[in-house]
């Protein structure tokens, strides 16, 4: 595959995990929610280091480590960062039964909307700011 065919790639992955990610929400399937926009960030941000660093993503979970990597990760706002920091741990936390319970109180209808409110407008930035043919 060339590089453009797996970063298309990456991009249908993230585009299909923020499509479930919708999904979990509407059926209230919060910690689904959060561990879905995970996914989709992750996806995209592996996009993007396949695009910027010509070759494989690394095999890795850390959404922060993957931008810094890349080398995106200071064109982020602060705000996005933040969002980043706070999207890490719902990969993990979810596959846990100790934390599935803490965060099964933490994650309401309303928290979840924003998780997924962030998620698209994350994803969507980085799509034109980073993926957009320059």
Not at 4 to 25: F, H, N, P, Q, R
Not at 34 to 40: A, K, L, R, Y
């Amino acid at each position: 595959m060339t590089t453009y065919e797996k970063v298309t790639y990456w991009i249908a992955l993230s585009d299909e995990d923020l499509k479930v990610s919708g999904t979990m929400l509407d059926n209230k399937h919060y910690l689904y929610v959060g561990f879905m926009c995970h996914q989709c960030v992750e996806k995209i941000f592996k996009a993007c280091f396949q695009k910027l660093m010509s070759k494989d993503p690394p095999y890795m979970h850390d959404l922060q480590l993957l931008a810094k990597q890349s080398g995106f990760w200071d064109a982020l706002s602060e705000e996005q960062q933040q969002f980043v920091r706070t999207l890490g741990p719902l990969n993990i936390k979810t596959r846990y039964p100790d934390y599935k319970r803490t965060l099964a109180r933490e994650l309401t209808d309303a928290v979840c909307a924003d998780i997924l409110r962030q998620t698209k407008e994350l994803t969507q930035w980085t799509k034109e700011n980073i993926l957009s043919p320059k």
